[in-house]
């Protein structure tokens, strides 16, 4: 389905002012379906309307049956159980069957609604798009990242495969196969009555379908992503199921991955269901609309009271219409079970709704096309596919290749384009499908013909009025028309562009054939009485004054006032609110006032804010710019204190819809809001600077504090030097006691120099004074000097040093890291009674090497790591050592200096590494 989707791509990036002119045909013609778009441009012909929608019930039987057969062919991939051997009660076909029945009638026949929008539905369709979406996703990505090494592995394999490289060669007439599907899919966006019913009946604004223009596309795109990594997998894995339909299932179930293959076979079955609901839904719609009621008010006219439908006998025949539907779409998928793959199956389906669009697009861009001409071409393509396409797949004997499938599509568009053509130009149209071609081709000109042979008396057309329109409503309607209908002659001859607008409205309610046969029952001399006249339609108005009653409820209690003018700049509609704003007195405002009175009432008690001499000039400059149609938006204070935003809107006919909020609350809340900041912006600047001034003083009393340790301790090291000498001197010259006391007296000297030594280093760590010098140096160069230092130390206490050779190098601070690796040994031996101390290297994969110190002393608690790295702090008080408790804090210190990370590691009573 590749060049399928790529079609509907194309034409949301390129046809969309095309969509955008449909749009606002359907919404300006109150058209509920494809059928009764085509039968309203051709003369409002039911006979037309009902071919179309013969049509598409034709064709939407082999569409829903693919659904069926997809979800089937799932079934047995999954629990390999063949379809044809299956007894009756697993066939899951005819399950998801009933189910659909069920879900048809729930959605789209609960209840009469012949032009109804279904957002609970539409919001269905969307999560069981977002599960489809989601499905396919995660299959991708297993084949693509379980299954092989990512996307350039599956690539580089299925390059050097001679099975998948012998089907990855070009077909023949592959290109011409894929322009094929490619037109498919892009006429499927406007002729399938799924997508009809989608872009432009539930459709409820043009914003919509501007948004669609890059979400769908997108969606469409994301669907797309996995299918050649998926494919490639297939071929390399399975390519005895490249032809079957189970393609996707094949591979999760041959990983032996049944979640994998149950996400796949929900995201199927997700899709298959709102694909067969929507489409039987748009079906029944079309059949009730455009096959239905012409026929009952035809059968009415001919005076068959059989016929007497009531509103329940039309649902049930919609309901039996759905059941039928789907039924004949199961038996079409048992005959043909074993034949035709499904992606053939669905372009068959497609192909025939594709006869559709030259009656379609001809009829909105060429006003020469005539009804004999569209039912001739209809007629004709419908044949060709017949024998071409429809006939073969029912054939278990035969198969439909690609090609010949392409050649159905493209001979059955032609035949149907040539006669479309030729029968239009060798015959005339009717006065009402000129009209109605003007209307269609041309739908911004305002003088489009109507029909003068059609005569109506008011007092018919009120007969009528008076069962399709509540008295509550009467009002509302006569500001939509601009009169008042109940003070109208009986006699009095409607006007017929006004009863070509009245015939619309009630389009929107019981279709465009069943609406121009009622007006036409009413224009011609019958001895149908009008009563009976109105009896034809009664039940389908009841939606039409339903929906009618909700949006005047709506707009009446709607906290923002509304104002609508039409393009002569008169009022025609407002709300209460509107005048709650506003105070306008009694009688000010009626159907019709000019927009200029009351725009120099308000500028008369001071509304514009401006002096008596300036009111004509303030009142000429709005009425500009709404004559100039440009949309606006600002807020105006009343004399009363009173804040009003307003903002208008120019219709697409001319006019203007103004709404008016009252912001009062919200200004001042925004005021006091902006009041409170600034206070508080004045507080916090206050307090910034105090902060800034205590931080100043701080910072020069501890750059004083540093200066004056960094003399002293400069000072001091001289005395403590000169002492270690006298008693180096005097241990050379004294023996026995005397020579024990010196020794004693040098290491007090050397303990108080190595406390002195780490007071000085932490005050220039603290200062900023120490900076790094990096180099590279060899790391045996910093590690054999206190080898040789410490191992006399550790000797004295019975331990074994041991630091391995090494030929690493690295760039760093050669005095800084070697006072490091010394305050680590200098607590290794320290804290180590029995044992040994090891100092080495370990390199590491990313090319960086790290240095190690092992010991198998006393251990520290996991809850004290954090702690013995902090300043002045030892775990062991009671300890008779010398430190300080600065060793590991200068150790932290530095190692953060050379942006260097430093571990640890440790287990109690058996030894610590850093």
């Not at 000498?725 to 020794?743: G, I, N, S, T």
């Not at 050397?750 to 000085?760: D, F, S, V």
């Not at 092992?854 to 702690?867: M, N």
Request: aromatic share 8%.
């Amino acid at each position: 389905f590749a060049p399928t989707y790529l079609g509907g791509i194309c034409v949301f990036l390129f046809a969309h002012q095309f969509q955008i002119k449909m749009l606002k045909l359907v919404k300006q013609q109150n058209l509920t379906s494809i059928a009764d778009l085509i039968g309203s441009r051709y003369g409002k012909s039911p006979t037309l309307a009902a071919a179309v929608a013969l049509i598409c019930l034709v064709a939407l039987i082999p569409y829903i049956a693919l659904q069926l057969r997809a979800v089937a062919a799932s079934f047995a991939a999954v629990t390999s159980i063949e379809p044809t051997l299956a007894p009756w009660f697993v066939d899951l076909a005819a399950a998801v069957a009933l189910a659909m029945i069920g879900f048809a009638i729930l959605f789209g026949a609960r209840r009469l609604s012949l032009a109804e929008q279904h957002p609970g539905l539409m919001d269905a369709v969307a999560f069981e798009s977002v599960v489809k979406l989601v499905a396919f996703a995660i299959v991708g990505l297993f084949v693509s990242y379980q299954l092989f090494d990512g996307i350039n592995d599956l690539i580089i394999k299925t390059a050097s495969d001679p099975v998948a490289q012998r089907m990855l060669q070009p077909k023949e007439n592959g290109v011409y196969i894929y322009v094929t599907h490619m037109l498919l899919g892009a006429l499927a966006m406007f002729v399938l009555p799924r997508q009809f019913q989608v872009n432009f009946i539930e459709n409820n604004s043009p914003e919509e379908l501007k948004k669609a223009r890059w979400a769908f596309p997108l969606y469409l795109f994301a669907i797309n992503f996995f299918i050649l990594p998926i494919a490639m997998g297939g071929m390399l894995l399975v390519p005895e199921a490249q032809s079957q339909d189970t393609f996707l299932l094949a591979l999760p179930i041959l990983a032996d991955r049944p979640d994998i293959s149950l996400i796949a076979f929900i995201g199927g079955l997700s899709t298959a269901t709102s694909m067969v609901i929507m489409a039987t839904l748009a079906l029944s719609i079309m059949i009730s609309n455009d096959v239905i009621t012409p026929l009952w008010i035809r059968s009415r006219r001919a005076g068959n009271l059989i016929s007497n439908l009531m509103p329940a006998d039309i649902l049930l025949t919609r309901r039996l219409t759905m059941v039928i539907i789907i039924l004949l779409a199961y038996v079409y998928h048992k005959l043909t079970q074993g034949g035709i793959p499904l992606v053939s199956n669905g372009l068959i389906a497609m192909a025939l709704v594709s006869q559709l669009a030259p009656a379609m697009f001809g009829g909105l861009l060429w006003s020469q096309a005539s009804r004999h001409g569209a039912m001739a071409g209809l007629l004709s393509g419908t044949a060709v596919w017949t024998v071409m396409l429809l006939l073969p797949s029912l054939n278990p004997s035969g198969t439909l290749s690609d090609r010949a499938i392409s050649d159905g599509v493209v001979t059955s568009l032609a035949v149907n384009i040539l006669i479309y053509i030729m029968v239009s130009i060798l015959t005339r149209q009717s006065a009402v499908e000129r009209s109605q071609a003007q209307q269609f081709t041309r739908p911004d000109n305002e003088s489009a013909p109507v029909d003068e042979m059609q005569q109506v008396t008011w007092g018919k057309l009120r007969a009528v009025l008076a069962r399709f329109v509540d008295p509550a409503d009467a009002g509302g309607l006569d500001k939509r028309l601009g009169l008042t209908i109940a003070d109208l002659p009986d006699n009095k001859l409607v006007h017929p562009a006004l009863l070509s607008r009245l015939e619309r409205e009630l389009a929107g309610a019981i279709g465009s054939a069943a609406s121009r046969l009622l007006i036409s029952s009413l224009a011609r001399t019958s001895p149908v009485a009008v009563d009976e006249v109105v009896d034809w339609a009664s039940e389908a108005s009841q939606l039409y004054r339903f929906n009618r009653e909700l949006l005047q409820a709506s707009v009446e209690n709607i906290p923002q006032g509304i104002s609508v003018i039409d393009k002569e700049l008169r009022l025609v509609a407002w709300n209460r609110r509107y005048l709650e704003i506003f105070d306008y007195p009694e009688g000010l405002i009626r159907a019709g006032v000019a927009i200029e009175e009351i725009l120099h009432f308000n500028a008369s008690r001071g509304l514009f804010g401006a002096p008596d001499a300036s009111i004509e000039e303030e009142v000429g400059k709005r009425l500009e710019h709404l004559r100039t149609g440009s949309r606006y938006r600002y807020q105006r204070q009343q004399p009363s204190g009173q804040i009003i935003e307003l903002q208008g809107n120019p219709m697409p006919d001319g006019g203007f819809v103004t709404t008016y909020t009252d912001i009062t609350e919200l200004v001042n809340a925004q005021n006091e809001l902006l009041r409170i900041n600034q206070e508080l912006e004045a507080r916090v600047a206050e307090r910034t600077q105090a902060l800034s001034e205590a931080k100043l003083a701080a910072e020069q009393a501890h750059q004083s504090k540093s200066k004056f340790f960094a003399a002293a301790g400069h000072d001091l090291m001289q005395p403590f030097n000169a002492a270690s000498l006298f008693c180096e001197m005097l241990l050379q010259r004294v023996q026995h006691d005397e020579a024990r006391l010196a020794q004693q007296i040098q290491q007090s000297l050397q303990n108080a120099e190595e406390l002195l030594t780490m007071l000085l280093e932490m005050t220039k760590l603290e200062s900023g004074n120490l900076q790094p010098v990096k180099r590279d140096i060899a790391l045996w160069d910093i590690m054999e000097p206190l080898q040789a230092s410490f191992q006399m130390l550790a000797q004295e206490k019975g331990l074994t040093l041991r630091m391995h050779h090494t030929q690493a190098v690295v760039h760093t601070d050669q005095k800084i890291l070697q006072r490091i690796l010394q305050n680590l040994l200098t607590n290794a031996i320290r804290y180590t009674n029995s044992g040994r101390i090891v100092c080495g290297i370990r390199r590491r994969p990313d090319n960086t090497v790290e240095l190690q110190v092992w010991d198998t002393g006393r251990g520290i608690p996991p809850e004290k790591f954090q702690e013995i790295f902090m300043e002045f702090k030892q775990l062991d008080q009671q300890d008779h050592n010398p430190g300080l408790g600065l060793g590991l804090a200068i150790v932290d210190r530095m190692c953060k200096l050379l942006d260097l990370p430093l571990r640890l590691h440790s287990t109690l009573d058996k030894g610590t590494c850093f």
